[in-house]
């Protein structure tokens, strides 16, 4: 088997492959080759979006975009101004694959498989004659003057220039800093909070509107909040989870939530909310109906949380109840203890320190000829497209600049 090439990218996945076609579609000549330590490649595209493959999200502004990325915002700027959504959607377009926008924003390849993008990949690899070479597990990375050394559990590779695409790998990190670069040591950054409340036991599948944070610390976020079997999860506890990834860790996933089921509603206008309603349904019983838009279930469980009866009519609210109940709905404290994380939306914060990677070109400035994209930087984002649009913007850049 020739072991000999122009360029090696380590990683068989999404920054690989779309490295792998960019470098090769500009530059025919070259012989490209990737090495991927699993029987299969593109695995983590073939589950994503619940198999769909949320390709990109419908934000069109640098300046935008880049602000759904807890580790790698400023960093991303620039490459976003290179190659940003609408590149990427004009992109898989060129190549056969038409994408949708869907309400929140999110993208998925018109045919709803993630198998479309998966074929997109390979096709265009085979056409390109880059050679896919699985189960090469890489054991050494050596730097020659002339060229990298690649050494794998089968056999030794020599390039002029080599890509690192092999996401949260922790034996590929460990290589990079043998080479000399900074790893930023990697924590969970997408998770579910556990949490065992009375309040919210038999309430699983609701969900509402709210905005969260932690106590005691500035991380704050909203969007819908999901009750589940085993706490809390949905978007708004998700993009908490991304933000405060390292200050979360270090409290051990033990800490106080704030609930504020009322979104944007403080206490003292809570409190008015509900002397209006006192005085509007004077005759009704409280626990009945929700004035608010959250499941009646989630009012009732939050009214006798607060110390009502299931027989109290609003008339008979005593204000000592009024204030807790509006404690309950704007400032709900919950105890979280432990994380859950998902399988398939595994992200990590943590990776190559960025101060160490040249964005305009992805190219290391401590290894010259290293060449670095995807998650195997100390860059991450919440979930909607926005780490697939990281590898895009990556992989580009790196075709541009060999």
């Not at 020739?2 to 470098?23: E, L, P, S, W, Y």
């Not at 490649?41 to 994503?48: E, H």
């Not at 189960?135 to 050394?149: D, H, I, N």
């Not at 399988?343 to 670095?372: Q, Y």
């Amino acid at each position: 088997m020739n072991t000999d090439f122009d360029i090696i990218i380590v990683g068989g996945g999404a920054a690989g492959f779309f490295t792998a076609i960019n470098i090769a579609e500009k530059n025919k000549h070259l012989k490209v080759a990737i090495l991927e330590r699993g029987k299969e490649v593109l695995s983590k595209v073939r589950i994503s979006g619940g198999g769909r493959c949320n390709v990109t999200h419908a934000c069109f502004i640098p300046n935008d975009l880049v602000k759904f990325y807890p580790r790698g915002e400023k960093e991303l700027r620039g490459p976003f101004h290179q190659f940003c959504s609408g590149d990427t959607i004009e992109w898989f377009e060129n190549h056969g694959v038409p994408l949708k926008i869907e309400e929140d924003g999110r993208m998925f390849p018109e045919s709803n498989s993630s198998q479309t993008i998966i074929d997109c990949f390979t096709d265009n690899v085979h056409k390109l004659g880059i050679q896919v070479l699985t189960g090469q597990s890489v054991q050494s990375l050596f730097k020659t003057e002339e060229f990298w050394k690649v050494e794998t559990n089968k056999e030794t590779f020599a390039c002029k220039k080599l890509v690192i695409t092999a996401g949260s790998n922790p034996k590929v990190w460990e290589m990079l800093s043998e080479l000399g670069h900074s790893i930023i040591p990697p924590v969970p950054s997408l998770f579910t909070f556990n949490i065992k409340d009375p309040r919210i036991k038999d309430l699983m599948g609701l969900s509402a509107f709210a905005s969260v944070k932690v106590k005691g610390s500035k991380l704050s976020a909203s969007g819908p909040l999901l009750i589940t079997h085993w706490g809390m999860s949905g978007p708004g506890i998700l993009r908490l989870s991304a933000w405060g990834a390292r200050e979360l860790a270090d409290k051990n996933y033990q800490f106080a939530l704030l609930v504020n089921w009322l979104n944007d509603v403080d206490l003292e206008e809570a409190v008015d909310l509900l002397k209006s309603l006192k005085v509007e349904h004077t005759k009704k019983t409280i626990v009945k109906k929700s004035p608010f838009e959250f499941p009646n279930r989630l009012w009732e469980s939050l009214v006798l949380a607060s110390g009502i009866t299931e027989e109290t009519k609003w008339a008979d609210l005593s204000k000592k109840q009024l204030t807790q109940l509006a404690e309950q709905l704007t400032n709900g404290v919950f105890q979280v203890n432990g994380k859950s994380t998902f399988k398939e939306e595994f992200v990590t914060a943590g990776g190559v320190d960025l101060k160490e990677i040249n964005f305009k070109t992805m190219e290391s400035k401590i290894s010259p000829n290293l060449f670095l994209a995807g998650e195997v930087l100390n860059i991450d984002a919440i979930t909607g497209g926005f780490n697939f649009q990281n590898a895009w913007t990556g992989g580009f850049i790196i075709s541009d600049a060999i």
